[in-house]
């Protein structure tokens, strides 16, 4: 079975806390050999804030006076990856499910992951893929212009996963000026809203946000 919670302008570190209840809880039923109960499916709109990997390093965070000033933390956190943005016009997406049950590697999961986010732009009309050695989904992939639409970080422990995808909607872009997103100084970032072909009507968030559940939901197997 498979538990959907959907979230709008949450305080992160409460997601957090959410997340890692699930988790822990999944992960130990593991360790004793049980079954480890429902998978879960967290849908969110977050409230500004930057969160750094286990691995990120500080010099990517660029601006952290100005960060403050404007109302957003910087939370360190036990994913991979290194520092990102979450806010407003963003949909995040927390899948804490069973890698083991389904026979998958990481590598697969995270593929799985890009694929559900490509799927969903195509929706809209618009056309991403993959960039070679950068996990996540792109636009221009392989050309001059490479810009990022959806950032992917993980945490996968007994193979239980939390953490998850971060995709651009109509996000304010100028919050990515004030670090490297994923450590990047020479790709750029973007959102749905920028890529819509010429005419598109934009579609809400919560289309959006529907669109992605349902293609993850039969890529996952939810």
Known sequence: MTRFIDLRDAPYREVLDLQHDIFNRRVALRKAGMPTGDDYLITVTHRPVYTMGRHADPRNVLLRDW??????EVVEI??????????????????????LSRGWGVKYYVALLEEGVIC??????????????????????????????????LRCSRFIT????????????????????CGFTDKGVTSLYRELPPGAVA??????????RHHLSDLLKL
Request: charged share 20%; glycine share 16%; proline share 5%.
């Open 67 to 72: 960060m403050h000033q404007r109302g957003a």
């Open 78 to 99: 036990d994913r991979g990856g290194d520092v990102t943005f979450h806010g407003p016009g963003q949909i995040v997406v927390y899948p804490i499910i069973d890698l």
């Open 120 to 153: 969903t732009l195509d929706d809209f009309g618009i056309v991403a893929g993959r960039v070679d050695g950068a996990t996540g989904v792109w636009i221009g992939a392989g050309g001059p212009d490479e810009r990022k639409i959806c950032a992917i970080g």
């Open 162 to 181: 939390m953490h998850g995808l971060a995709l651009n909607v109509s996000t304010d872009l100028s919050w990515f000026s004030a670090i490297n997103p």
């Open 203 to 212: 579609p809400s968030l919560d289309e959006v946000a529907a669109r992605l």
